[in-house]
């Protein structure tokens, strides 16, 4: 099989764990409170993650990390899976599947707008144009369509999954400077977040063996969401001739996801979910493909844009 094939492969099986994510989530949460679901899902990433680990002969790698290296996996452990996965699967407990899914996904413009401040990169008028794009798919999302009134159908649950973005983004940020193995640096981040899911689990719920379904749903939250579709992703981009050649298929994401959510928990999607997710994803291509129209300047030496 030719390189860029395999990349295409490896790149699908990502899109289609990260689309399935959605349903997995609700399905999960009718079984498990969403602190028990992080810690399940956790606990199963973990382990792909080891297997993967062990399968690449890389668990020597970890032998090269110092004390330091692990102080800042166990902030970005906090940050990814711990923080971001509570606030995302506390939102999906409030709220619809459909809404929940497209609010999250606003994190591309979030990322670049963190990179200014954070990684002191310049901000063109085509992201401030973008953001104003997607915030507008939000709000028809989050009112689900009665934008006029400003008033939100779930306001906490709507903070919550936009939240996510913000979270989300600070980690890959923090991550941008790390030289450590990629697969060897998650795995000690979820070892962490593990670690935090438990305690916060035996504090807040409880720690205790779930139901057949409840575990069957976990370990797919865990092992498809969190832990495979993250390596399938990291070798598509190693293979692929191109960034550009894969990165487009995340746009298919979201609405596949749709597609699922309508399938297996037949959710009636509206309207304005759709014109909504338009909207974001109108705003993030804008950010992507935009350069030549939406410039205050020539880009020099940036990564994020």
């Known amino acids: 099989m030719k390189t860029q094939n ?25 079984n498990l409170d969403f602190l028990q679901m992080l810690f399940w899902a956790s606990l199963f990433s973990l382990f792909c993650m080891l297997i993967a680990l062990l399968i ?8 090269t990390f110092i004390l330091h290296d692990y102080l800042f996996s166990a902030l970005l ?30 994190w ?6 963190l990179s200014a401040p954070l990684l002191k990169q310049k901000v063109y008028w085509r992201s401030i144009i973008a953001l104003f794009i997607s915030f507008a ?21 709507a903070f919550l999954a936009l939240s996510t973005a913000f979270v989300w983004s600070v980690y890959w940020l923090l991550n941008t400077k790390d030289k450590k193995d990629a697969n060897a640096r998650l795995l000690l981040n979820f070892l962490f977040g593990t670690v935090y899911s438990f305690i916060a689990c035996f504090f807040f719920s409880s720690v205790s063996i779930p139901s057949f379904k409840g575990m069957l749903s976990s370990a797919w939250v865990g092992v498809f969401e969190m832990g495979i579709s993250f ?37 009636n ?17 804008m950010e992507q493909f935009g350069k030549k129209l939406f410039t205050i300047q020539k880009p020099q030496n940036t990564n994020l844009q």
């Open 6 to 30: 395999k990349a295409y492969l490896y790149a699908l099986v990502a899109v289609i764990g990260w689309a399935t994510a959605a349903t997995a989530f609700k399905i999960t949460l009718e």
């Open 56 to 63: 690449q002969n890389k668990l020597a790698v970890l032998k």
């Open 108 to 113: 591309p413009i979030v990322l670049v707008l």
């Open 137 to 157: 798919g939000v709000i028809t999302i989050a009112t689900r369509g009665d934008i006029l009134s400003f008033k939100f159908s779930e306001p906490l649950g």
């Open 77 to 106: 452990g906090f940050l990814n899976p711990f923080a971001y996965y509570v606030i995302l699967f506390k939102a999906y407990s409030l709220l619809p599947a459909q809404e929940a899914q497209p609010l999250n996904y606003i």
């Open 231 to 267: 390596i399938m992703w990291g070798l598509a981009l190693k293979h692929s001739e191109s960034t550009a050649k894969i990165s487009n298929l995340i746009f298919i994401v979201p609405f596949l996801s749709l597609t699922v959510i309508a399938i297996v928990l037949k959710e």
């Open 269 to 285: 999607i509206t309207i304005s979910t759709i014109v909504g997710l338009f909207l974001i994803m109108g705003g993030i291509a």
